[in-house]
């Protein structure tokens, strides 16, 4: 769901950009965040709690909770609804970017 027409925002968010999440490619608008992008292309599940793997998203929108974290271009644990997305941004579940996860063993 993207709002098109807006009084306030107007012509905000017409221009579209490409994100990655986990090697797939996804349209966003430039002024969107990271959180909005994805509830946008229908994903909601941005990656599961570390202790009891269940499944986190948005919860408060507005960077308090931390429900939201994920791997932003390498960098781990940012928050999704206060990142803005880029163009050509890779994005990765909290839980799946190799490059970061891996056990106490190094696999
Ligand atoms: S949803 Fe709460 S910090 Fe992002």
Redesign the pocket.
């Known amino acids: 769901m993207q709002i098109i027409n807006h009084p306030v925002l107007e012509d905000t968010v017409n221009d579209e950009i490409t994100f990655h999440l986990d090697g797939k490619s996804f349209k966003a608008y430039k002024g969107q965040t990271v959180?909005a992008a994805l509830m946008a292309n229908d994903i909601k599940k941005f990656g599961h709690s570390r202790k009891l793997q269940k499944s986190r998203?948005?919860?408060?929108?507005?960077?308090?909770?931390?429900?939201?974290?994920m791997t932003i271009d390498g960098l781990d644990h940012v928050?999704?609804?206060?990142t803005l997305v880029e163009d050509n941004m890779r994005i990765s579940l909290n839980n799946s970017d190799p490059d970061i996860r891996s056990d106490r063993d190094g696999n």
Do not use: E
Request: charged share 5%; glycine share 12%.
């Open positions: 959180a998203g948005l919860y408060c929108a507005n960077g308090r909770c931390c429900n939201c974290f928050l999704a609804c206060m």
